[in-house]
């Protein structure tokens, strides 16, 4: 497709399961970003990676949360042993190349981590 | 530290008047601000950007913003609401000095009303 695809668009998990949320950017973006929104507020980066490099992964918010791009192109954000503060809308974005300065970012429809 | 504010939780306006959302923000380098939209059930949108040049950006769907310096704002604005803007509406901000994170307002929701 045309745009950023993410799935599942719906998670529902039980406290304690492991989750992997998977994002497909725009064929040829350089740059993937991960964010968490909760609910009424705006976006929280998570990670960013330029091709498979991971180069801040600073607001991920705990050792339970990794992300990997392992071929420069589809990444994975994986939970483990999920809490009810993981729930919100996980969002994945990308972009063309911040060295070229295309620098607006295209977001998938994001998905849904409702934590039980 | 970086943020970016929008003072308004919600704005209303009649189908036909002008729109301005407001945004401000603080970054300790240049600034490169964004618009996006997001409509019910739906990605987020880009709107438009500002990097440099002209303080006046024109983005889609008539929605053009003002990059103000002195006054650190970046507002929305359309000449002629439409019932099909209502959404909600996020401002963002990079500082390209420092890194590539985008700091993001809280949103404001826009409703329009025939």
């Known amino acids: 497709g045309a745009g950023v695809s993410q799935s599942p668009r719906y998670k529902v998990a039980k406290r304690g399961q492991d989750v992997a949320l998977r994002c497909d950017p725009i064929?040829?973006?350089?740059?993937l970003f991960w964010y968490q929104q909760a609910l009424g507020q705006g976006p929280e980066f998570l990670t960013y990676?330029?091709?498979?490099?991971?180069?801040?992964k600073s607001g991920l918010p705990s050792d339970r949360f990794f992300a990997e791009r392992p071929e420069g192109s589809v990444s994975t954000l994986k939970i483990q042993r999920t809490q009810q503060e993981d729930s919100a809308v996980y969002l994945c974005?990308?972009?063309?190349?911040?060295?070229?300065?295309?620098?607006?970012?295209?977001f998938g429809q994001g998905t849904r981590l409702t934590v039980v | 530290a970086q943020s970016v504010a929008q003072p308004e939780d919600q704005v209303n306006v009649a189908e036909g008047n002008p729109l301005t959302v407001k945004c401000t923000y603080s970054?300790?380098?240049?600034?490169?601000l964004f618009w996006y939209v997001q409509y019910p059930n739906r990605g987020l949108q880009f709107l438009l950007k500002?990097?440099?040049?002209d303080n006046l950006v024109k983005g889609s769907y008539g929605f053009e913003a003002e990059f103000n310096k002195s006054q650190t704002s970046f507002h929305l604005k359309k000449p002629s609401a439409l019932v099909s803007d209502s959404a909600l509406y996020f401002c963002?901000?990079?500082?390209?000095?420092?890194?590539?994170?985008?700091?993001w307002g809280a949103g404001t929701k826009l409703i329009i009303k025939p």
């Open positions: 974005a990308s972009s063309l190349s911040e060295i070229r300065g295309q620098f607006e970012a295209f």
């Open positions: 064929s040829g973006h350089v740059s």
């Open positions: 990676f330029q091709n498979e490099a991971q180069l801040d």
């Open positions: 970054v300790s380098g240049n600034p490169y």
């Open positions: 500002y990097i440099t040049g």
């Open positions: 963002a901000v990079r500082d390209m000095d420092s890194n590539y994170q985008l700091i």
